[in-house]
């Protein structure tokens, strides 16, 4: 009977698999067959010489795919509307999420470069016929995703969460773009232009439309379709990302640009070769930072959970750059140590890893507030013990690595000899060394005072019960939500074959009671028409 | 400082008012764990102001004598970055020199480091890394590096070069 049904479920999730990976390729292949359909149309005069054996693979496509795609939509459609399980499928959200990105991501990359091509005198039928199929199976998914009949019940936001990404990746990336144009531009006084193809608004204008594309991606999936009002799992796991990675652009944007101050006023560098890396960090300072503040308002909205992870990470991200700029600081001062024939500036090299210093450790100063009274609650967070962990677990893997290279320098000297290269070689693995060092002797201290000082998870007089396995022949839905409220334990109903033994209303408050006295973790509770029967399982 | 123990003055009186005797406990843990961070700080501290004053007041490269291999070296190395083509050319053998077809070294920044020398009578060859700095960033420099050699000859009490690694060859394959 199990063997049965486990079959049963294997088959189910094998038939899903292989019907909606079918359905990927069809749409795939129909649309490539329409859009190649499209392009002959709308870029009929511009045609020079036919290429029939093309129009005979868009043909085919079209007349092949299409259609096997709609039929086997039907069919699906119909399993989707009539079974419930089918809709709660993992494999169907996961189908519903590729489709919708892929239509997504191409539609709007496409219409980007049709209006960037355009922009710039040409026209590109290719692009925009893709654009315009790739947006209608976009609609279709969505249609899909919305309608009562069809809609997954099982992380139904997942392609909402992963297409406002995809929109603010792309609209900022398009931002910070656009300044490094129109700053580049500015500096054209310092840095003289000789000769340019290109009139001097064109790049900013290009990288204006890629911000507009994903400004308007970003925003119909944020707000409209309510990804930022999404209080689920994966959503602030999202969230948490966003958070992070806008602050390591903007602390990045900002260090770069610290770095091109500094050198103007101490290196010896050429003006023009400084300042080329200008225009991109402004803008990455900027648009990063506008990211972050943005998301920091939604996430002070969310739990606390939430918000100290956020917290964390960004600790993490200038613990990086503070770090690994103290390594660099090392190495510069190796730099003026070497027995150097010829020297390329070490200056430039000490002022980059200053300028990611200074960046990198006042913000891990304000995120991780190492001056404030750790609590006994802070110390047995688990974010911060996982924290802790992957900065030990980063700091030994950069050690290792660092070890070995320099291990394999000084026995190289030993064997071989040559030990006037010896600094030139170790400098910047020993660098990394050193600054790997200090931050895992913070790091351990921080750990040995959180073990001290966080209360020792007292071995619980009898384990508390965490779950519990129901097996009845009746609906028991009230049951289950009953034990939940009351117990706060999770439910697994298992249901019998033979639908004796319904639990009175009256008897809940016993069974209860029962469970309540059980001291181990697992419970089996059997209703029969006596009355329910507690079982306490072994570990 | 001084701020500071007023600081955990402050937070004693605090914690004693709340809690009493384990208030002090806790604060001497507390000024038993911040020295760490202290210490570790004032480290980075101490050697970022190293750093500053071994960079800033170096003048440059020490200058090998012009009579020894490296000495040779050094300067032509430097006339090839510098551009100065003609300092260069007068580094090399002479008959290099003479049927030289010039060639453009690339424009990247280099650095060469002397790693040993060999010296025999009439020939010498002095070892170095050099390493082709393509970009910089405030987490380094993206460079590449490779150990090199070059080899020189002894004319007439002279040192010249007589072949130079790639990165540093100014005239077309004769000989280098």
Known sequence: MMAATSTGRA???????????????????????????????????????????????????????????????????????SDVSERASLVWTLYLTVATLTALVTSASALAITVNAALDGRWQSADAAAAIVWAGIWVWHRHMRRSPATAPTRLPLLPVQLSALYGLAVAASGAISAI?????????????????????????????????????????????????????????????????ASAATALLGLGTVLFVVLRLLFDTDAPAEVLSPLGRAIGAALVGAIVWDHHLQVMSARSERARRAARLVISGVALIGAASGFGVVINALLATLGPALVDSNPRTLLLGGLSALVVGAPVWWIAWRPDRTVGETDAADPARRVYLVIVFGASAIVALVALLVIGYRVLEVLIVGGAGGLIEHVRAPFGLLCATAVVFAYHLVIWRRDRRIAPTPAA??????????????????????????????????????DDSGALGDDAVPALLTLLRAVSTRRALVIVEAAGPRVIPLEE | MQRNRSHDRHDVAMTDAGTGAPGDASDTSRKRSRWPLIALLAGVAVVVVIALIAVFARGGPVEYAEDTPEGVVQRYSQAVIDGDMQTAIDHLAPELADDCERQQPSTDDLRVTLVETVERDDSARVEVIVATVYGSSPFGTSEYRSEEAFDLVRIGGRWYVDAAPWQLTICFDSGF
């Open chain 1, 460 to 497: 619980p007089e009898r384990p508390t019960l965490s779950r519990v396995v129901l097996v009845t022949g009746a609906d028991a839905d009230a049951l289950v939500a009953r034990i939940r409220s009351e117990l706060g334990v999770p439910v697994t109903v298992w249901r019998a074959l």
């Open chain 1, 180 to 244: 490094a144009a129109l700053v580049s531009e500015a500096l054209a006084g310092v840095v003289p232009v000789l000769a340019d193809s290109r009139t001097w608004f064109l790049p900013v204008l290009q990288a204006l439309v890629w911000l507009a594309v994903g400004a308007v991606v970003w925003w119909w999936h944020w707000f409209r379709e309510g990804a930022r009002d999404e209080r689920g799992g994966f959503a602030t796991v999202v969230l948490v990302v966003i958070v992070g």
């Open chain 1, 11 to 81: 088959q189910t999730v094998v038939r899903r698999i292989i019907v909606f990976v079918l359905l990927l390729t069809l749409v795939v292949i129909a649309a490539i067959g329409l859009a190649g359909l499209i392009e002959r149309i709308i870029g009929a005069g511009a045609t020079l010489a036919g290429d029939d054996a093309g129009l005979a693979r868009s043909l085919a496509f079209t007349v092949i795919g299409a259609p096997l795609a709609g039929v086997l939509w039907w069919w699906e459609r119909r399993r989707l509307a």
